[in-house]
């Protein structure tokens, strides 16, 4: 499900085009803060599990994590729909765990500009958050094995940091501005406060 992006007035002054990952462990938060972020400022949501296959999501719902096999098709076809908004001349926001650094890259091939917001959550707050969804085909006995994968983004990664328990209107509008302004320099995570 996406938003309707805004129309693009080519003598407006329009803030670059963005694509931004939604990132973390299952029961962040990732789906809600993108869908509130994308409605905010009117931007193409791109809901990374709906993008996955059927095998995958049988899986998943058996209790039996992905490994990196099962996700690089699944990952492709979100920077697939990332390119889409790009090439409609518009920003997107997508939910979508990108747990190792790797998956990051191959994301990364699509827009090597994209940035990535992690909702960094304690494993407690995860497992009570996934026990707690109704109709999701993630189950909460997978929640450790994404904290087993779990790789936060490094120095040299185009990533900010934030409290995945805080919630959804504080997240976005701690990202709004950031995300309004000019392109943040690469560097150390910033944890947004």
């Known amino acids: ?24 462990v299952t029961g962040c938060g990732k789906t809600a803060v ?11 949501m791109i809901e990374g599990d709906s993008l996955h296959p059927p095998a995958n999501v049988a899986l998943m719902s058996a209790g039996i994590a992905l490994d990196d096999e099962h996700r690089w ?15 409609a001349a518009a920003s997107a926001v997508a939910a979508c765990s990108a747990l190792k650094r790797a998956y990051r890259d191959r994301l990364r091939g699509f827009a090597d500009d994209m940035l990535f917001v992690y909702l960094a959550i304690d494993r407690a707050t995860a ?8 109709g999701h085909f ?6 450790e094995s994404q904290f087993a994968a779990l790789e936060a983004p490094g120095q040299d990664e185009n990533a900010i940091a934030l ?8 997240l976005v509008a701690q990202l709004r501005p950031f995300l309004e302004a000019a392109r943040p320099a690469m560097g150390e995570p910033t944890p947004l406060t």
């Open 1 to 24: 499900m996406r938003a309707v992006p805004h129309a693009i007035d080519p003598d407006a002054d329009q803030a670059p085009l963005r694509s931004v990952v939604i990132m973390g």
């Open 34 to 44: 993108a869908h509130a972020l994308a409605d905010t400022l009117g931007w193409r």
């Open 73 to 87: 098709g699944w990952l492709d076809a979100i920077g697939a729909e990332l390119v889409e908004a790009r090439e």
């Open 127 to 134: 497992a009570e958050r996934v026990a707690g969804r109704k």
């Open 138 to 143: 993630m189950p909460a006995s997978l929640v």
């Open 163 to 170: 409290d995945g328990t805080r919630s959804i209107a504080d």
